[in-house]
């Protein structure tokens, strides 16, 4: 039996596998997964749009690029810093002003007048993003107690996270094809108009009892670093990098995160606890969780290039192969939590990662037959669910053994490895196949790499955890925190 302490105050007694939510817990929880599907959607909404967008606003197809990277940059930069700032002044006070400001921002994007407007739409998103994500995951962990209920929120807020990202890919071209661009930034406007008005009234506020000054050199340093790692990383995306700008902040991103890394060592109440870093839960539940979003988004972009340019199949058909592979998440999202209550978060996160390694893998028997859909659609359907369980995992792992008022660095970490791991597949796996004289033998080249990738982390994760001997899980399927290299 499992003791769940809602935010109401009342407590009450549940089986370990079934904890039942309160009224008022369910209530709180569409309002966080809302948030969070909201800020999925704006990641594809609207890249089927682009070229209308481009048309409209008279922007050039390799200025197209910024209307991902505007909202790349500041989503990505600054989840660290405002995952420790809703700490430390508030995680709901920090979460409203995202809400408010990613509304506002989407309205301007929707009515914009030229691509300067439209621009300063989408970087004040990805900043609203930026203050949503880890205040919503961090407020979400506090206000579910470690176990099961905690693995079954974080399992529907996965779902819905993976969904989101489908349903965007399908929307957008519904959208664009009967309403214009415009109304994929106004779907936007809409939710936020929904969620805001619910949040303030069942939202709990937190944060850390004391409030140690923010440490400023590490925020500037983090910041600095993400922003100038992830801008690369973008551009090499689309232009490869041998450009002057990617060859300029590539090293400078990285030689930011290690002085990062020299300021936390000698500061008294750092942005990120070193400590932290070297747990057992946090180091290598990250890395599953860079692994498979890395990886999984690779898989995405070059079965887009494989069905459209090999099979010749339209936009409305690829959307479907991407939509059945969206049911098949939801599906995943409703029983991982219940394989983390028997297996523990640590082997469900290893388990899922040989899962999508295997099943990528089964994608090098695809050719230039057009039965070959079925086989990319089985496969990555299924890897997908896989791919749904190593995300719940690693962030139950990651965020497990945490106190309370570490949570937003906690969930600002997981989500910090899940916007680097979106962008850096891409760029460095990506290019293999749209630079190979023969697309298809790029794409299982590509494909290849990806499997193998995947399968040694799983390898790795599992040594790096060692379950059942140095870390050990508790009743409730949680992995407990145990700092690297302690015995």
Same mark, same amino acid.
């Given at each position: ?21 309160? &009224? ?44 991902v990277t505007a909202f790349a940059l500041p989503s990505g930069g600054f989840l660290l810093l405002f995952g420790r700032i809703g700490d430390l002044y508030g995680r709901r006070r920090l979460f409203l002003a995202g809400l408010a400001l990613f509304g506002a921002a989407s309205l301007l994007a929707t009515f ?7 621009? &300063? ?19 979400l962990t506090t206000t579910f107690p470690e176990g099961p209920a905690r693995a079954r929120a974080l399992g529907i807020s996965g779902t819905l996270l993976s969904l989101g990202f489908t349903v965007g890919m399908v929307a957008g071209g519904v959208l664009t094809d009967a309403f214009g661009w415009r109304s ?81 060592? +000698? ?11 070297? +747990? +057992? ?39 479907l192969v991407f939509g059945f592979q969206g049911v098949l998440s939801a599906v995943a999202g409703t029983y991982t939590p219940k394989v983390i209550g028997r297996l523990g978060a640590g082997r469900t996160l290893v388990a899922s990662l040989a899962g999508q390694g295997a099943l990528i893998a089964a994608l ?12 990319? &659609? ?110």
């Amino acid at each position: 039996m499992a003791i769940d302490t809602t935010p109401t105050g009342t407590t009450t007694t549940e089986p370990l596998d079934n904890p039942r939510l309160s &009224t008022r817990d369910k209530l709180v929880l569409f309002v966080l997964c809302a948030a969070q599907f909201m800020v999925a959607l704006d990641f594809s909404v609207l890249n089927v749009a682009l070229p209308v967008l481009g048309d409209d606003l008279g922007m050039s197809r390799s200025a197209l690029q910024w209307a991902v990277t505007a909202f790349a940059l500041p989503s990505g930069g600054f989840l660290l810093l405002f995952g420790r700032i809703g700490d430390l002044y508030g995680r709901r006070r920090l979460f409203l002003a995202g809400l408010a400001l990613f509304g506002a921002a989407s309205l301007l994007a929707t009515f914009a007048w030229d691509p300067a407007s439209f621009l &300063t739409g989408r970087a004040l998103q990805g900043l609203g993003a930026a203050a949503i994500v880890p205040t919503g995951m961090s407020l979400l962990t506090t206000t579910f107690p470690e176990g099961p209920a905690r693995a079954r929120a974080l399992g529907i807020s996965g779902t819905l996270l993976s969904l989101g990202f489908t349903v965007g890919m399908v929307a957008g071209g519904v959208l664009t094809d009967a309403f214009g661009w415009r109304s994929t930034m106004g779907l936007l406007t809409v939710f936020a108009l929904i969620v805001l008005p619910l949040a303030p009234g069942l939202l709990p506020e937190s944060r850390t009892p004391e409030r140690p000054r923010l440490d400023v050199p590490g925020a500037i340093t983090v910041t600095a670093g993400l922003l100038s790692l992830i801008y690369s990383l973008s551009t090499a995306a689309d232009h490869g990098f041998a450009r002057a700008d990617v060859i300029t902040t590539l090293p400078a991103g990285l030689l930011l995160l290690a002085a990062f890394v020299f300021v936390e060592s +000698r500061t008294a109440a750092p942005l990120v606890s070193l400590p932290m870093l070297r +747990r +057992r839960t946090v180091a290598w539940g990250n890395l599953g969780g860079l692994v498979t979003f890395s990886m999984m988004s690779t898989v995405i972009f070059v079965l887009t290039l494989y069905l459209q340019e090999v099979l010749r199949l339209s936009a409305f058909e690829t959307g479907l192969v991407f939509g059945f592979q969206g049911v098949l998440s939801a599906v995943a999202g409703t029983y991982t939590p219940k394989v983390i209550g028997r297996l523990g978060a640590g082997r469900t996160l290893v388990a899922s990662l040989a899962g999508q390694g295997a099943l990528i893998a089964a994608l090098l028997g695809l050719n230039a037959h057009t039965w070959s859909v079925w086989l990319a &659609t089985a496969a990555v359907s299924l890897a997908s669910m896989c791919h749904l369980g190593a995300i719940i995992s690693y962030g139950l792992t990651v965020t497990s053994g945490v106190p309370d008022e570490e949570q937003g660095l906690a969930t600002g970490l997981v989500t910090s490895t899940q916007q680097v791991g979106i962008t850096v597949g891409i760029p460095l796996l990506g290019v293999l196949a749209t630079t190979s004289d023969d697309l298809l033998s790029g794409v299982h080249t590509v494909l290849a790499i990806d499997a193998a990738v995947v399968l040694a982390a799983a390898a790795l994760v599992g040594l790096g955890l060692r379950e059942g001997k140095a870390s050990g899980t508790n009743a409730s399927g949680a992995v407990e925190a145990e700092p690297v290299g302690a015995r």
